[in-house]
């Protein structure tokens, strides 16, 4: 029997804007079949976005084996792309983030399974 992998995980944080927060959690609240399929499509399982204080936290585990391929994938598929024009006008980037990046991505610290 092969050994069981483990996914990578993957945490970021961005700002949402403050008058545009009610906007952002109605749209997750009744997201696009189209984008769940997408994220399930780029092997993408477990995704979570906390809000906290004018800050979002996505949480997600990744299980396969070309994630750049993966993103690239999603970043074509055209219902996303629809998707990103309603939910990206809500975040803000964080200053401090990396060149290229929407979502700052976070250092993991602790994982206990």
Not at 20 to 35: G, I, N, R, S, T
Not at 49 to 63: P, T, V
Request: with cysteine.
């Amino acid at each position: 029997m092969p050994p069981q992998r483990s996914p990578q995980r993957y945490g970021s944080v961005i700002k949402v804007k403050p008058e545009k927060l009610a906007e952002y959690k109605a749209l997750h609240a009744d997201p696009w079949p189209q984008v769940l399929a997408t994220i399930a499509a780029c092997n993408i399982r477990n995704y979570v976005i906390y809000y906290h204080d004018g800050y979002l936290f996505s949480h997600y585990e990744y299980w396969g084996d070309d994630f750049a391929a993966d993103m690239q994938k999603m970043a074509a598929d055209p219902v996303t792309q629809e998707w990103w024009t309603h939910t990206n006008p809500c975040q803000e980037p964080v200053p401090n983030r990396k060149e290229g990046e929407w979502w700052a991505r976070m250092e993991e610290v602790f994982f206990a399974p």
